[in-house]
């Protein structure tokens, strides 16, 4: 997940600086970048950018206008404007975030065969030690329809079902029957991810490999 990259531009106290050093709190946007940036409902990445005169620890990634914007505080030397920097992203908290980001494909899939189809996702939130999908139902559930959600998303994770995700076109996607946010914007390619024959979705964000990487999945009834 390392990836070289240039420094297009440095902020600072709400403008833009040629250089910054150690101390400095800065947000710094670069040509390419392994970092996630945070997007549907799964929080932005963090992890360090080197470069041969400075440290930077990236704190977190937003997204703007197209562009990431990587939130750092200078931890040694100098940068400046131009510098051929590494990134590189704290790769075993992006492991966990992409275990919680799988397994909310995996419970609304649960939800809508357990309560029905009319279940859709209003909102969510993927960290690396939690996530809470956001829903809309008749009542509140009770404690046996949540057993049956969290026996079936348990169960397709023992099944260690695969995890695949590309491009398509959106009308294809759209036939292939993936689910999609309705207040979000497509363009005419989207990204897809399809959980075995369980579940598809659109989705820009980052998965595990297979349902088995996600572990044990517990839900509110045992909290």
């Known amino acids: 997940d390392a990836v070289s990259a240039r420094i297009l531009g440095i902020g600072k106290d709400g403008g833009l600086v040629g250089t910054a050093s150690a101390g400095d709190e800065i947000t710094v946007v670069l040509d390419r970048t392994s970092f996630y940036a945070e997007s549907g409902g799964q929080i932005g990445d963090t992890g360090v950018i080197e ?3 400075a440290v930077l620890e990236v704190l977190d990634t937003k997204k703007k206008n197209g562009k990431f ?3 750092c505080v200078v931890k040694s030397g100098t940068v400046q404007t131009g510098d051929a920097v590494t990134t590189r992203i704290d790769a075993e908290r992006r492991q966990a975030i992409r275990r919680n980001h799988s397994s909310v ?3 609304q899939a649960a939800l809508r065969n357990v309560l029905g189809s009319h279940v859709a996702q209003a909102g969510s939130y993927v960290s690396e030690d939690r996530m809470r999908f956001d829903f809309s139902h008749f009542e509140a559930m009770t ?3 949540l057993r049956q959600v969290e026996a079936q998303v348990n169960q397709k994770i023992l099944e ?3 995890i695949e995700c590309f491009e398509k076109p959106l009308d294809e ?3 292939m029957g993936a689910v999609a946010l309705f207040s979000e914007k ?3 390619r989207v990204r897809v991810v399809k959980m075995g024959d369980y579940s598809i979705e659109l989705c820009g964000g980052t ?3 297979s349902a088995g990487k996600l572990g044990l999945f517990l839900s509110l009834i045992h909290i």
């Open 143 to 145: 404690p046996e329809e």
């Open 207 to 209: 998965h595990a490999a």
């Open 186 to 188: 497509y363009g005419s």
């Open 160 to 162: 260690d079902i695969p």
């Open 51 to 53: 470069g041969n005169a």
């Open 105 to 107: 494909h995996l419970l």
């Open 173 to 175: 996607a759209r036939k």
């Open 69 to 71: 914007l990587h939130k």
